[in-house]
């Protein structure tokens, strides 16, 4: 047995060399493109798994370089996990990349990764990260050197490992689908992410905020923001009809309000400035002041 195992050893060193001598190296990057008209909610590519990117499924080694190339008119982010919160969404965050610029990632671990942009949720596309070859060779041969060691032990040897290593991956996926949180806030509460109230917002942060660089460097700053708790808050919605009825009728006014910047054209970053701030001015009164007026109101009337 010691024999066949040690004859095991050199072949499998001898097909690894002869390998690596015929193959050419693994490729060191891929890059990722947005889909030609992917940045509308009426694209072509929404009807087909992951065909919102190009490509929209791509295998890399740990370690190998991954590009996210913006070649559309419009920003895009490549965030890891999906728009509904499943997911890790902590993997990877590019964070806003403008047009004609691109954001590298290199992977670190092993798995399949999900990704969308934050700015289009229909967009997705899937990260599948394997183990280098180096690696997978190295595990290997200390496989075959266990077994000549081991002798007549190596058959539960073998199973032992097996079992382990099936365990392990288990227990990886069941980490996996485990993280995330939920969905965007007013998806949870509108039931979808094609629902006018969603288009509306959709469409304002698109042709008007993303059109100007204080509006970008704005939105930049409020994904950061708004990721870290809304998946909590659509949670809450979905647990609870009360609390989503809740959620939609405070968000009825915010809607009313960013509904006037239809009726005005925003050519300049002045403009943008001036706009937003009246329009924050004016959400602080009807969300803050209308109330703090009332209770006042109320103490007094109670008082007398």
Known sequence: MKTLAICSFFVLFAIVAGTGAITPAAFAEVTIEPAAGSGVPTADCIDIEYGCYIPGTVTVEVGEKVIFSNT?????????????GGDAMDVFNSGLIPKDESWEY???T?????YFCMVHPWQNGLLI????????MEETMEEVVEEEVMEETMEEVVEEEVMEETMEEELMVE???EEGGGCLIATAAFGSE?????????ELRDNTILSTESGTA????????????????????RESPVFKEAVKLTLTPMLSSLSLLNYVNIDSEQEMLGYGISLILLN????????????LKLYQFRKN
């Open 72 to 84: 559309d008119s419009k920003p895009h982010t490549f965030t890891s996990g999906t728009a509904d």
């Open 106 to 108: 290199s992977p670190d």
């Open 110 to 114: 092993v798995g399949e990764f999900p």
């Open 129 to 136: 990260v394997q183990a280098a070859a180096e690696e997978v």
């Open 175 to 177: 980490e996996v689908a």
């Open 194 to 202: 094609m629902a006018p109230q969603v288009q509306q917002l959709r």
């Open 218 to 237: 704005f939105m930049a700053g409020f994904n950061q923001l708004y990721y870290s708790f809304s998946p909590m808050i659509a949670d809450l919605e």
């Open 284 to 295: 602080i009164v009807m969300y803050a002041g209308i109330p703090a007026f009332a209770i």
